[in-house]
């Protein structure tokens, strides 16, 4: 069938487009200086359109149709990397190619107004270009179309089939457990002292560390490598080149650490992707739930449990002893696992976390459903963490402007965390009946198993499975919050000896 | 007129697509996880391929041709931007776009294949590579075509208009004169203690040292920065975002500092191209030659005067005060000025090093002809060494492997240094009538109204004058060697104390 060679042409394009702007993206957050954010700007938008104008061209549009009437003629890798063709495909034809490029030059400016707001700590700077963006997002979200509320048309880029019906009490009922067990546990709080993650650790030495940490719980430093920006992130050009990034906090020792574990999780998911399907729309992880899935199940469930600090405390103790001396895995375990409401959302605790998300994902839902306006969120976001966190930041940079996300526009994104929490729950429960060994596994340092489990069970297949298929095939189950209070639960327990 | 406005909008995307196909390459030799190569290798293939579509496309050979007819219309900015744009279309349609994305690839590759035969000193390793990217290079100068010599058509491309004819009497004359002035140099050349330049210099001082330096010469970091490589290199993607790299080597300080000094020389020229030529084809340096003029202008001109180290010899010995200790000016001028003969070229001294460049456009105006085969390279190579400078590499990696222009195809560029450093004597000449109290300028740190009669007579033309067109109304003279004779002859009798 020769569409299949002619949308494999299209794919292997469309993909090294968005590789190339993905390097420009990745340079830009790393070492771009300054003065060459206009130029960027401009770049990113020419191949941000060269990738659309590829994807819905003449050639795309005769090839979909050729496809469509064969599909069924097709099968095994054929099938599957076709069936994202033509999903991708008619997704993009929705989108005219001016609202791309404009939307590509919107976000790359807005990232450099989002940087010196934060830095300025001023909310005002960053709300013209957030205006703006939102404006060309609700254009998109009403060209991709919905049935029951505007805000699915943007998460379904994030989280394909996800809606804020199936969303909303899924998170009404996590959020009544979560306040259920702050209940219980907020006020022993200060019955653990976390002072020894914040003493001095010399930054050189903790981004080493961390660099060794995830290179044995499996990170292959020949195909990809570590860097340091504003706001951690992940990204790839290939499965063979994946790139992380962290910052580092002198006085945090989680920050530059966890930060790392986490990004790790996302790059270990795309090095996993079967290289058969390398430059074809099947060649990345399938949704950010599953990817926030792999990346918080290597930050949460496996490097904060006491069996990690086993393994690990040792090494960190070769590497700060005069800051670590007689601490123990086990104090060591709690100080990590304090719960306590905090005003960053990324150094927030496991628990306390999801109200971080929750908050967005109602502003978010309002702004996008033009409920509220850019101006009222500083107030709004305020206002909610007040009465879900019981604080108040003190100026914006803490508050409103921490996230990154939404200078890319990347809204719909944010309830992808607490999916990702959700499912890596899931899946350690399942991975505790299948390896009830899987403890000592880790109290050893030996990561290969647990690395070998999620890449058959879930990296390999790239996009071919989406997240409900691959949770009901690992899990038997569909996406539940009880496993997740579970943990957290137990943990709780654990952590603050409770009854 | 509309085609004008047309002829704007491919070069956008063109010197778009070229600045991202830098990025690509920039980030290869700098951070890029080996791992990445292949995938690297097809995506800076899809942007080359891409920005020969746009140029030769039909949009693009319909706007020429309206061009053509109304040229003469034209005036100022419009005319000599749209003759820019008509020789940068007339010569890419010459070149199907099967031959330049495979010849994108097979750069890609040949870059990675001389990495390796470079570290394990074995030329049998890049060969098949240099065969191929040859075979392509010849292809490619058949179809640009040539009225005298093949390797006429590549050189062209460096240096436009500049021909075999022209350049081997000048070189025949430059290696007349330099043999004499070694002649006179060499029996003295262990009158010179430069002991001082290998003592050992901790790398990350170097870098730092080297940085404040280049910055006050006028080197502009929120529009650039650097970072390390192999090979060190300058290039960019806007003049507001400038890149250049260096090597540090512990044992030789000249090392990191002048090859530092030679990329921000390149650096400044792009930094310094008029912003209203900003993505069209005249916002670049008009060629490799006159490029070259304005590396080596800093690197030697300036950089290795006795009157720089006075005021910059006081500055080192802050940063190495024990490796430096009672060292004068002179010591070091004299010093970074021995005249030796050299196994590697960016090494070599200013005298010698013209040498290196006639041996390497020798062996390339001999392989380009197809007088000679890729493995008679090697021992080529050697001979020449030997009859030239009197020396033979102990292996291909300070031999033949030495330098990474072979592998991307850059034949027909070697040259331009030679040309440089005859430019740049005329340009001191010039310099030194117009402004005879520069030594005192160079001697205080004044760089600022060097750069400003560099940025006043050269930079901000960009490539709307070409390099005979400048020398000719900067100095009033077309290209010679006598300058050049002149400047070293006056230097090696300052340096050796000659009659």
Not at 83 to 109: C, G, I, N, Y
Not at 185 to 191: A, I, K, Q, W, Y
Not at 200 to 218: A, P, W
Not at 308 to 320: E, M, R, S, Y
Request: include cysteine; charge should be negative; hydrophobic fraction near 40%.
């Amino acid at each position: 069938m020769q569409a299949v060679e002619q949308a494999h042409e299209i794919m292997r394009k469309v993909k090294d487009l968005n590789a190339v702007s993905a390097v420009l993206g990745w340079d830009q957050e790393t070492y771009m200086p300054s003065g060459g954010i206009e130029a960027r700007a401009e770049h990113i938008a020419t191949i941000d359109t060269l990738s659309h104008e590829v994807l819905t061209g003449d050639t795309a549009r005769r090839t979909a149709d050729n496809l469509r009437s064969g599909l069924d003629t097709l099968t095994g890798d054929d099938k599957e990397i076709m069936t994202l063709f033509l999903r991708d495909h008619d997704r993009a034809v929705k989108l005219p190619d001016s609202l791309v490029r404009e939307t590509s030059r919107a976000q790359s400016l807005a990232q450099e107004g989002w940087k010196k707001a934060k830095s300025e700590k001023n909310f005002a700077i960053f709300a013209p270009h957030l205006e703006r963006l939102i404006g060309l997002k609700i254009q998109a979200a009403e060209l991709y179309g919905y049935t029951e509320n505007r805000y699915d048309a943007l998460m379904d880029l994030f989280e394909p089939g996800m809606k804020v019906s199936i969303i909303k009490p899924v998170f009404e009922r996590l959020r009544q457990g979560t306040v259920e067990l702050l209940d219980k546990v907020l006020p022993l709080r200060d019955s653990i002292n976390d002072e020894i993650l914040h003493k001095s650790y010399e930054r050189e030495k903790q981004l080493e560390f961390g660099k060794s940490i995830v290179n044995k719980l499996g990170f292959d430093f020949e195909r990809g490598r570590v860097d340091l920006s504003a706001h951690p992130f992940c990204t790839n050009f290939a499965p063979t080149d994946v790139r992380l990034t962290t910052r580092i906090l002198e006085n945090d020792i989680r920050s530059c650490l966890f930060g790392l574990i986490h990004e790790a999780g996302h790059g270990m998911y795309e090095q996993g992707v079967n290289m058969k399907y390398f430059r074809t729309f099947a060649a990345e992880g399938t949704s950010m739930g599953i990817h926030e899935s792999q990346s918080l199940f290597w930050e949460n469930v496996i490097a904060r449990t006491e069996e990690f600090w086993q393994w690990a405390l040792p090494q960190l103790k070769t590497v700060f002893p005069e800051q670590l001396g007689d601490t123990t895995p086990r104090d060591f375990y709690r100080a990590i696992n304090v719960m306590r409401p905090s005003f960053i959302r990324i150094d927030s605790d496991e628990t306390t976390y999801n109200l971080h998300i929750i908050l967005r994902f109602e502003i978010e839902e309002a702004f996008i459903n033009e409920k509220i306006r850019v101006n009222d969120i500083p107030e709004l976001w305020n206002e909610k963490m007040r009465t879900s966190l019981g604080i108040v930041p003190r100026n914006d940079a803490e508050g409103c402007l921490q996230d990154v996300h939404w200078s890319f526009g990347g809204y719909g994104y944010f309830p992808s965390y607490t999916l990702g929490k959700l499912y890596a729950a899931m899946l350690w429960t399942q991975l505790q009946k299948e390896k009830p060994e899987v403890r000592n596994l880790i109290a050893s340092g030996d990561f290969g198993p647990i690395l070998e489990w999620l890449r058959s069970n879930i990296h390999q297949y790239g996009r071919t499975q989406m997240s409900e298929e691959i949770m009901q095939r690992v899990t038997g189950r569909g996406l539940t919050e009880t496993d997740f209070l579970a943990y957290v639960g137990a943990k709780a327990q654990d952590v603050y000896n409770l009854a």
